[in-house]
Nanobody, 117 residues
């Protein structure tokens, strides 16, 4: 089982990068996928999730509508479009896959996003 995040790096304030989470080793269509982020010394924070059954999404209110999650089941990939980034968005971004029963849960290794001029 693998979840591989990509698309992070150094971003200018106001930038709009798109993160990708490529999955392999499990039945992707059966799993909800979520994005989290974590700053050193702080708890991991949920950003968005997308269901497997109907593609419905949930976005954390704290993100103020700036982030959009989407999935391409044909490519076993989930995306996180991020807009209007500020230095406060600097964090390691992780994707998580969880089956519908909440029994199996997998994490990627994370991708660092640094927002700085």
């Amino acid at each position: 089982v693998q979840l591989v995040e990509s698309g992070g790096g150094l971003v200018q304030p106001g930038g709009s990068p798109r993160l990708s989470c490529a999955a392999s080793g499990f039945i992707f269509d059966d799993y909800a996928i979520a994005w989290f982020r974590q700053v050193p010394g702080k708890e991991r924070e949920g950003i968005s999730c997308i269901r497997s059954t109907d593609g419905k999404t949930y976005d954390a209110p704290s993100m103020k509508g700036r982030f959009t999650i989407s999935r391409d089941n044909a490519k076993n990939t989930v995306y996180l479009q991020m807009n209007s980034l500020t230095p406060e968005d600097t964090a390691v971004y992780y994707c998580n896959a969880e089956d519908v029963l909440g029994i199996r849960s997998y994490w990627g290794q994370g991708t660092q996003v640094t927002v700085s001029s």
